[in-house]
């Protein structure tokens, strides 16, 4: 196995154990950019010299924490002190922030490596930049996250930053093949990162393997650093196809189903969830308030940059403007109440199976594809990862959802690697 | 009446009719500050030739919108694309932002003047500026919003924008007399203000009357402008000395005995409010969750420009940085059960009275005074308003607290209007 195709996990113990450098890693995933970048366009920002740099300093000194040596790319509307930071907009082309967001400070005194800046949608938005899916360039790697996904996929950088308003993280993630997490709302520090929607934005992790995210998940909290203990017995999972379900398109129906399947035959209970009514409004609760909330955080750009911004955004900042503090505070309020209320639906379950997207990558990067199957979870500030655990029939991979409970994400993380390890990851993007 | 003593619906009104040009508004308040600010020190940023440049162009054009012509002043962490943001810190000194921050942009797209940036304490937090009282320079004017409070007190500036985490909006306007307003938590967009603490930061407004709270909460909100409808009857008011009582000095007690003596003279139905014993701990796990997202959003400065890091600031960051994420999400469980029990206690009412402040402006500006007291109701999420109606026997002014229900911040305004025609407002500070 090439140093890049390593895990992070196996990365940080190799460097830890004196097996390898952090200069070695780091050229392995530079070699790697630099014969794929051409084709995936994942990078916004990489400068090979001073990447070295710092991995030569990383392994010039001790170790400085579980993450020492580790390459990772950071979505390009996350601030870094010594890269410029364009969020994928020409109105910040060369920006360069005065810091690093607190994720990027965080993850740095933990011995991390900031390999570059990934492509982001215009301001995490719907607005698409230039990257393709790695498993084929003539579809979507999905978005906000595009870069992300597509550099940990295509086997760039072992782990990256992503974010997520309405489904930026777990979309590129399922549509690329890769483990995607959104934490409960509000746990990882958002200073630093341009806001989208406030009562929605979130840091995510793009990566490999559970055990990766986890080892993140535990730095940018302040955890110390532990084994990620997967459950003895087969978890009791509830499925949940959400009020939705109507836009499953087959693969999603089959990536389900054939989870459920197999989950089954590796002994687990699944029970099926239907929620009340009320929950087929939440979609357009969410829509509304995020189209609100963008059109504000946007106010500037729009009064002094409106023809540098893209047309998916113009309009939903336009949508957004039209909607009435009244409406707007109507949605928040329908929103708080189905929080309020999903607790009793999915207690007494280990973990919630849900669709991860619509389908698998649509054709084409003018669209990253609809964000409601995760849009769902996020408005429910409840913790949820992607698996890649299936494939479509034209070979592009198919993700599951997995919701854990509020607070409840490292309960949400072991039964995912308990999950995960049951059903065959899709492996190496690459290789098809 | 002087033109910068007139209140911003004054003054817009004034503009409006032609009676006065956006440039003499302006020049009034430059001329106020050019002759009280060596004593003050209420400024971080003023350069009155660019904002008479401003007035002018405001004065050459059509009405943008309700705001135009009016001189704000901005609390130096919130961004300014035409002016350095320092954050009341030697880490930001001349650092210039790309974009004004979203509150800045739509004042602007109202027609607001940008007066100047007002000092911070360091990143809003507890680590003083440079500003005194404008009633008495021997003691703080309070903080973090310092110099929004003190500049509107001293007639500087008809209104300014604020933050409050704890209670950096509502302790300064209770201790330097004016009328100060943090609104139902997530009410107001953030973009581009550098966060203290990520469960806790709201913009807040400071001003002279409630009337122009009301006007700048509907440009901020996106509402049409409308003239604020105060009940017809004498509202029924919950008097609630919260668990924090103990740390109540005379002069709060008697500003809030005197409150509630006036205000049943003047019809109003008066019952105590005790709330159980959990509120007890709600300030503890305030603190707490506070230092804990303090020391990850300064991680950055932490990392890199420690020594230059206010003592009491960096006291919070090494106590933050002690918390374990188990104990911090302990902290955010139980304000949560605090949120969602609230509502029982204070329905019913039409406003709940509280303290506004542990008492008066403590001597000194070593310390911005403690936050417990808008702290409590910050925590809880509900919005908030201070009002000067009394004065410590040292002619000091101290505030009265009153709390709305969760999202009825029209209504709370509504009230409080009522409520401050009936105790007579302080007046001019600088006539003391």
Redesign the interface.
Known sequence: MQLNEMSASEIVAAIAGGRVSCVEVAQACLARIAEREDAVHAWAFVDPARVLDEARRRDSESARGPLHGLPIGIKDIIDT?DMPTAMGSPI?AG?QP?????C???V??AGAVILGKTVTAQFASMSPGPTVNPHNPAHTPGGSSSGSAAAVADQMVPAAFGTQTGGSVLRPSSYCGVVGYRPTF?TF????I??AA??FDALGLHARTVDDIHLLARVL???APAALEVPTAAPVVGICRTPLWEHAQPETVGALDDAAARLEAAGCRLVRIDLPDEYATLDAARVAATA??RS?????????RRDQIGTLLQEEILRG?AI???D??AA??RLEACR?AIGVHIRGFDVVLAPAADGAAPQGIASTGNARFQGFWTALYLPAITLPTSRASNGLPVGIQLVGDY?QDEKLLAVAKWVFERLNPVGRPSDN
């Not at 005065?98 to 607190?102: H, K, T």
């Open positions: 002190a910040y920006h005065r810091a690093d967001a607190a990027v400070a965080i740095r005194e509000g520090n958002m200073a630093g341009k806001p406030q009562s909290t302040g955890a609100y909330e504000r955080a946007m106010a500037w750009e729009w009064a002094h403007r009435r503090p009244d707007y505070e928040l309020t309020a607070r």
